[in-house]
């Protein structure tokens, strides 16, 4: 258990980058395609039932969720995407406006990708890493929903989606995770403390 994540509260929803907070501190953020189970891993990640909200028809708005731990540290939940509903225009706008943001934050120090263990690297996936590589950020897979796989069925996805990060997107890291079950969630906490601590650790070191 790491209190961290359990302190997560909601700061605002920003409808563009233009509005997120002071590029300051650390932050990781999560994407994934709309019903991944990006809401929930959220909850689960920080103890809370409903701080992102959860649906079982995805919704429209497309706006950037931000979630401060502390002071200095927050967890930034970026727009759905792959809906058909979001209309083009929008669609438009984050298509320019999420690798803006991954290359442009100064603070952002990894990014978390949500996939649906049954529908994993769909081409808006391969599209994320992409940006990643990009940017020189670091990637995190959660092969979620883990609990409608059997352990066999399971494991052998994380080990070809491990070996296909492997060959196209080095630096990205991949686990099996149900937030249902509460199942990955230490893994998970340990991926988010090496990205914010080690920034904490850098930033005390530049004084
Ligand atoms: N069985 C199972 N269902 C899940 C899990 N995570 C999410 N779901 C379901 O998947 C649907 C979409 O989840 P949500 O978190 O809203 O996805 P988002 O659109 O990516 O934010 C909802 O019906 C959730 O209850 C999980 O770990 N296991
Ligand atoms: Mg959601």
């Avoid at 994540?5 to 409808?15: E, N, T, V």
């Avoid at 509903?85 to 999420?98: D, F, G, I, T």
């Avoid at 990894?110 to 391969?126: K, N, Q, W």
Wanted: positive net charge; hydrophobic residues 35%.
């Amino acid at each position: 258990m790491n209190p961290l994540y359990h302190k997560a509260r909601f700061l605002l929803s920003a409808p563009d980058v233009s509005h997120l907070p002071p590029d300051t501190g650390s932050e990781v953020a999560f994407a994934g395609r709309s019903n991944s189970g990006k809401s929930s891993a959220i909850n689960a990640l920080t103890g809370q039932k409903s701080l992102a909200r959860t649906s079982k028809t995805p919704g429209r708005t497309q706006a950037i969720n931000v979630f401060p731990l502390d002071e200095s540290r927050r967890l930034i939940d970026l727009p759905g995407y792959g809906y058909a509903k979001v209309p083009a225009k929008m669609r438009a706008h984050w298509q320019r406006a999420l690798p803006e943001y991954l290359a442009a934050r100064e603070s952002l120090r990894g990014l978390v990708i949500i996939m649906d263990v049954r529908h994993p690297l769909t081409d808006f996936d391969r599209q994320m890493l992409e940006w990643c590589v990009q940017a020189g950020l670091p990637a995190h897979v959660l092969l979620t929903k883990a609990d409608k796989l059997k352990r066999g069925p399971g494991m052998s996805t994380l080990q070809r989606v491990r070996s296909e990060l492997d060959r196209d997107f080095p630096q990205t890291s991949a686990q099996l995770f149900s937030a249902a079950k509460g199942d990955g969630i230490e893994a998970l906490h340990r991926q988010l403390d090496e990205w914010l601590e080690e920034s904490e650790k850098q930033q005390a070191e530049s004084y």
